[in-house]
């Protein structure tokens, strides 16, 4: 069951985007696809979801976009990381690091 | 990062439309690239194409849901709902209007309020911290001998300072037209306490306060214009009081007002010199002014003076035993406080009604806009977007209504300048100034919100399915309509409270024009004749100079009677004497009957139609070498004869424990007149004396004339004149006025509460039946369907009428009711500012109640007749 939409945590979903987009540059749709085949389809990013938090994540500075046209020829937006957006990369990936740590020692400890 | 939202808040304001464009292209792009998928994975196109729409959720609502996360989002959106609100306002210009000029009249009203509230209670009077200025007074009110005075200084540890005035009316004589004017005696203590400069020269210093060092004055910057013609080489200049010369040493500067209570006419002040009086005891003649010492509160001052005056008491019985420290401020706006309140209170719910009635018409707007906000919130927008939207709306009516009431207020204070009550303190400093109109915006901002709120809440809460599932159908809720049932009712609770106000004091103002004042006041002028300034004026010549005067006056043409008395009835002052009776015992001192004392000469009761009751008034024959007599009033002779008859018994105003038993001067009582208003309109009578002036010739510098004339009294103020004049042209004559006038001035704070409140309470009463019509023609829609179906089934047009205005006045009789229990808490307020009414008078409440039920039953009266011309067919297809 994928989680509800509503529920997914703002800084969770920023941070699947950051990582989706940390190999190459992609448009919504393909970064939509890009976290449902990295979770193996545990999230499905819906648009109304997608689309505030790519435009919220470019005016930070961690994303930035420009028009290209995709693989079936459609002019389409396209995101890429910036500098910024790769050190929040790491930041969030260091902080849901401990964070996962310390939630699976709580979960082992007998 | 800042600067990144920063550079991206100007892109969204500056390059909207650009921006715009490619969001619109991304979402559409991302539907087509969903729906390509879907036709690779073996879709139809057509099946493919509905998929992804479905998936995607809507263009329009994924581009709101972007927007909303723009920066600048607010400021843009703010912009946005003003335009809009403005467009919508003036689509219903009658609607606007209307709230904005209710909104207006309240808002008006209440800075009008606040603005008289404000300069006269709250700000502090124009000296040096004034709130450490004090007043002591006899009782609190009343004057103090000289040498409890020099006593208090001399012991007292509280004060700073202290000193003393006295009142003062000098003659201004040696110029073009000699005039009687307003003036204080002072100790050199008093103008440095205020810590007001001198705009030119000096005050007078502590040496002048010596007997025949006295001759020094200080002018107020109207005398110095008016006399002077402002001229700086003025200092050093002599002029002549009472016959006596002055130098002019300071001129004191524009605005400046000492005393701030009692003499607040004065406009020459001048050194105080008690010389021999500084040892009496009585005489009671000076206002104590003091500065508290620094760390010294009013506890402790009132502490230590009372010590220090029951120690006098015991050392000089009955003098002064019950001096009162009263803060400056306190006497001189104590009075006027309960009345200025009580307004404000009133203006208050002026101004809630105003609100009620807006919300109202918000109200009413947000149900025949259902519709609109259905197809807004189907379309993506948030329920903090519509209320935001709606909320702009009503600010602008705020807003618009402020500055409309910004000059309701400016016309209403200048009209509570000029028309307010005479003898409110400081009511010339009422102005429009930055406070009021701060508080004037700011109160219409407060309520817009507030107002606008509730009604913005209800119509963000649609549910957009139910209301476009109604199709166009009023799309209302029973909840909407029980909010405005409940303002219906607040409406007319405030009403009542007000036209409880307002009958509470038009009964006072009956009540008060019921008082019999003892005499007739029709067709009397006053004048005060001093002669102070004049030769007449020296031993021997006074008592002639007045017959003669009085035989001028008596032989002007209009002139039906004329009359000389010391004191004026209401408008002059009073002089306490004690007296001893013969043969009573003597009273401890302090405790001695003491009456008004009056000199009057022969033709003052007549001309004043004060009957007389026993005996004869004051005649021709009591001269200076007749038997001394007395005309007492009725409640002296009932106190003290009770049941004998006064005339012939004898009393003496000279105290037998002084003055030897041989030496006492016997006044024989001649004559019983009936009771007379004194000084106070409503005061219970109390002793009186009037004595011939032929008899006691000399006391006092001035008498008032009183003449009864034939045509308009105020006419006849030429030739009276005239012929005072042409028996001595040093004479001044002041305060010339009718004996009608007088009155109406004693009552002029009643009357003009009365006036205001009945204006409040008529606005009220308009914006209540307002109020209530709206609501119930709006039942009337709301039911159309049911009155069709009840009248096809039978009912009659008198069942149906009865029906809408039972509901009506079930409305108004809950207002009416808390507006009862409301009242009977808020009158208590005004218990003061009422006359010959209680707080709680049954009559008034009841007129009320049925004043405000006429007025619901006429307002319902139209939209129920409405209903019962329902076409029950018409109704029906309606559906």
């Not at chain 2, 005996?615 to 024959?621: F, K, L, T």
């Amino acid at each position: 069951m994928p989680p509800d939409q509503t529920n997914l945590l703002q800084g969770t979903l920023d941070m699947m985007i950051l990582k989706a987009l940390a190999l190459s540059e992609m448009h919504g749709l393909g970064i939509s696809r890009r976290i449902e085949q990295i979770t193996q389809g545990t999230f499905q990013v819906k648009p109304g979801s997608l689309f505030p938090a790519l435009h919220r994540m470019e005016e930070q500075g961690w994303l930035a976009s420009h028009w290209g046209e995709s693989d079936n020829g459609r002019r389409a937006k396209y995101y890429k990381l910036t500098g910024a957006g790769r050190r929040q990369l790491e930041a969030e990936t260091r902080r849901w690091g401990r964070i996962a740590l310390a939630i699976t020692r709580t979960l082992e400890a007998s | 990062m800042v600067l990144s939202r920063l550079t991206s808040l100007l892109r969204n304001l500056l390059d909207k439309q650009r921006q715009e464009r490619e969001l619109d292209q991304e979402v559409r792009t991302h539907e087509l690239l969903l729906a390509d998928e879907k036709i690779r994975a073996g879709m139809s196109p057509g099946e493919a194409h509905r998929q992804a729409r479905l998936e995607l959720g809507g263009v329009e609502q994924v581009k709101e849901q972007v927007r909303e996360m723009r920066a600048g989002r607010l400021l843009e959106t703010l912009w946005q709902d003003l335009r809009y609100g403005v467009r919508m306002l003036r689509k219903n210009l009658a609607f606007t209007l209307l709230a904005v000029f209710a909104l207006a009249l309240g808002v008006g009203a209440s800075s009008v309020m606040f603005s008289a509230v404000d300069s006269i209670l709250l700000r502090p009077l124009p000296y040096r911290s004034a709130d450490r200025l004090v007043v002591i007074l006899n009782h609190g009110r009343g004057p103090i001998a000289p040498a409890n005075y020099v006593d208090w200084k001399a012991q007292s540890k509280s004060f700073e300072t202290m000193g003393a005035a006295e009142y003062w009316t000098p003659d201004l004589t040696g110029v073009d037209r000699p005039s009687r004017l307003w003036a204080l005696r002072m100790t050199s203590d008093i103008l440095p306490m205020l810590g007001v400069p001198a705009m030119l020269g000096r005050f007078f210093a502590k040496e002048e306060e010596q007997v025949g060092h006295q001759y020094e004055v200080v002018l107020a910057y109207g005398l110095w214009q008016r006399q002077f013609g402002g001229d700086p080489g003025v200092l050093g200049r002599q002029i002549s009081l009472d016959g006596k010369s002055y130098a002019i040493v300071g001129v004191m500067p524009a605005g400046f007002k000492f005393a701030p209570f009692w003499a607040t006419k004065a406009e020459l002040w001048a050194p105080l010199a008690l010389g021999p009086r500084a040892a009496q005891r009585s005489g009671n003649s000076l206002r104590i002014f003091a500065r508290l010492a620094p760390g010294v509160g009013l506890a402790d001052a009132r502490a230590e003076l009372a010590t220090t005056t029951a120690r006098l008491e015991q050392q000089y019985p009955g003098t002064n035993r019950d001096a009162r420290v009263v803060p400056l401020k306190e006497k001189v706006v104590g009075r006027i406080r309960q009345a200025l309140l009580t307004m404000q209170l009133a203006v208050a719910f002026v101004l809630l009604i105003a609100c009620a009635n807006v919300a109202h018409m918000l109200l009413a707007r947000g149900a025949a806009r259902a519709g609109e906000v259905a197809v807004r919130s189907a379309l993506g927008a948030g329920r903090l977007r519509l209320l935001q939207q709606f909320l702009a709306e009503s600010l602008i009516l705020a807003t618009a209504g402020g500055i409309l009431g910004l000059l309701f207020a400016a016309a209403g204070i200048r009209a509570l300048v000029v028309f307010g009550p005479a003898d409110v303190p400081r009511v010339d400093n009422v102005s429009l100034d930055w406070r009021v109109t701060l508080f004037t915006l700011g109160v219409s901002i407060l309520t817009g919100v507030i107002f606008g709120l509730a009604p913005a809440r209800r119509a963000s809460r649609i549910d957009p399915a139910e209301s476009l599932k109604e199709g166009g159908r009023s799309g209302d809720s029973t909840a909407r309509h029980r909010t405005r049932s409940l303002l219906v009712v607040t409406e007319f609770a405030l009403a009542l409270m007000l036209l409880v106000g307002a009958g509470l004091m038009l009964r006072t103002l009956l009540a008060l024009q019921a008082i019999d004042p003892g005499f007739d006041p029709h067709n009397v002028l006053t004048m005060v004749v001093s002669t102070s300034g004049s030769l007449v004026s020296a031993p021997g010549h006074s008592d002639e100079f007045y017959h003669e005067l009085l035989d001028q006056v008596r032989a002007v043409p209009s002139v039906v009677s004329a009359g000389l008395t010391n004191h004026l009835p209401i408008a002059g002052d009073i002089w306490g004497y004690p007296f001893w009776i013969e043969g009573q015992s003597i009273p401890a001192p302090g405790d001695e009957p003491d009456a008004a004392y009056r000199l009057v000469f022969p033709g003052y009761f007549n001309t004043m139609a004060m009957p007389i009751l026993r005996g004869r008034p004051i005649e021709d024959s009591d001269t200076a070498t007749a038997p001394r007599v007395v005309v007492i009033n009725e409640y002296l002779a009932r106190r003290y004869w009770p049941d004998q008859d006064p005339i012939g018994k004898r009393f003496t105003l000279d105290n037998p424990a002084k003055v030897a038993a041989k030496k006492l001067n016997w006044l024989t009582v001649v004559g019983v007149v009936k009771n007379a208003v004194r000084s106070d309109w409503t005061a219970p009578p109390e002793e009186e004396i009037f004595l011939p002036y032929s008899q006691n010739a000399g006391v006092g510098p001035y008498m008032t004339l009183v003449a009864r004339t034939a045509i308009d009294p105020a006419a006849s103020a030429e030739p009276i004149e005239s012929a005072i004049w042409s028996v001595d042209r040093d004479v001044t004559i002041s305060e010339v006025q009718t004996m009608s006038a007088v009155i109406a001035r004693a009552n002029s704070q009643p009357r003009f509460d009365a006036a205001l409140l009945a204006a409040f309470a008529a606005i009220a009463l308009v914006m209540s039946a307002v109020g209530i019509y709206g609501v119930m023609t709006y039942a009337v829609a709301r039911r159309r369907h049911e009155i069709g179906v009840r009248m096809a089934l039978g009912a009659s047009r008198a069942n149906v009428l009865a029906d809408i205005l039972r509901e009506g006045m079930a409305l108004s009789l809950a207002g009416s009711v808390s507006g009862i229990l409301g009242g009977l808490i808020l009158s208590r307020l005004m218990a003061t500012l009422l006359y010959g009414v209680r707080a709680g008078d049954p009559l008034t409440f009841g007129g009320a109640a049925a004043l405000l039920a006429i007025v619901a039953l006429a307002a319902c009266y139209v939209p129920a007749r409405d209903a019962t011309r329902v076409d029950p067919v018409v109704a029906l297809r309606y559906e």
